[in-house]
């Protein structure tokens, strides 16, 4: 049996989720990326890890591949109904040639659309990969932990996808110590914890603080720490494997009457002071200028801009430690 999938990409952000499936991939060392189109990316090894891809829809194992899709044969396929889908063609060539390849594969009298027992998925890279679907993300399932599902929220608060490309992108795996020290209504920590890490959430403010406990209670989160500190205050006897936050921005901030230059100054001594040696931030900014302050301790590894707005782009940055 191949041990070669394809990762089919959401198309919001093409670079975002290239960025998560290499960071995912260099975390574990499970998989090899083969190759990678602007929707696709095939590997080979497990697909476990990649299935927690906050920007993967469909991962497919390679049972063919051929320069021609007409070549695909009956006895590649296993038993049982199925259907055929293509991807990335358009509509009236697409059910054309669908309809080609089931009967290709053998599917008089077994093609359901209601009842298959797999999906076929034909897709295009360098070749044609004739595929059976083994996983789709539940699209629902973001959309569940959204800030206004939750019992405490903030309308500025962090989608829960982009939430969790900081996780995976954190250079930590399931055990490790993620810290966020301006956790905010702890949207980022709830992602952690889904993904199986240990929680540090800190914020300055109290109202956040008992807000983010609120929302890990309404999740079954139940093993964490948290501490309503300033950042100059925060300390741990013991280094974290990875910080991840969304930081905080504004021409000022209301945090103990920091202003935003002070503070990210503050932030990142305090990040090099928290981290183990060669750990990673991954974290958010709106301001590129502000990153000047990290550069005695980390190195910049990636930069990947997030359109938000006309007046807002988002930059997801994710840092090394220098030491």
């Known amino acids: 049996m191949s041990n070669k999938y394809i990762l089919e990409l959401s198309g919001e952000n093409i670079e975002i989720a290239h960025t998560e499936i290499r960071y995912i991939q260099n975390a574990f060392k499970n998989f090899e990326i083969l190759q990678e ?7 080979e090894g497990s697909y476990n890890n990649a299935m927690d891809s906050a920007f993967t829809n469909y991962i497919s194992r390679v049972i063919d591949e051929n320069q021609d899709y007409t070549n695909f044969i009956e006895n590649t396929i296993p038993e049982g109904f199925f259907y055929v889908r293509v991807s990335e063609m358009p509509k009236t060539e697409t059910m054309n040639v669908e309809s080609e390849i089931g009967k290709n594969l053998g599917g008089k009298g077994r093609i359901s659309f209601k009842h298959p027992d797999f999906i076929i998925r034909v897709i295009f890279m360098d070749k044609w990969y004739l595929c059976q679907l083994i996983y789709e993300r539940n699209k629902k399932s973001f959309e569940e932990r959204r800030a206004p599902m939750r019992p405490f929220f903030s309308p500025v608060s962090l989608h829960p996808k ?12 399931p055990g490790d110590t993620l810290l966020d020290p301006f956790c905010g209504t702890g949207g980022i920590l709830i992602e952690a914890a889904m993904l199986g890490r240990k929680l540090i959430g800190n914020d300055s403010s109290l109202n956040m603080v008992m807000g983010t406990k609120l929302n890990f209670k309404y999740f079954g989160i139940e093993n964490y720490k948290i501490y309503n500190k300033d950042i100059t205050e925060l300390s741990l006897n013991y280094k974290v494997d990875g910080i991840v936050t969304d930081m905080p921005y504004g021409r000022s901030s209301e945090i103990n009457n920091h202003d935003i230059v002070e503070l990210y100054r503050e932030a990142f001594v305090k990040f090099n002071e928290l981290l183990k040696s060669g750990g990673k931030c991954s974290i958010i900014v ?12 980390f190195n910049i590894e990636k930069t990947v801009p997030v359109y938000q707005h006309k007046s807002l782009t988002r930059q997801f940055i994710i840092l090394s430690k220098i030491n």
């Open 37 to 43: 189109s602007e929707r696709y990316i095939l590997i």
């Open 162 to 173: 982009y939430a969790r490309y900081l996780v995976n992108t954190s250079g930590t795996v």
């Open 286 to 297: 709106n301001n590129l200028e502000l990153l000047d302050y990290a550069k005695k301790y």
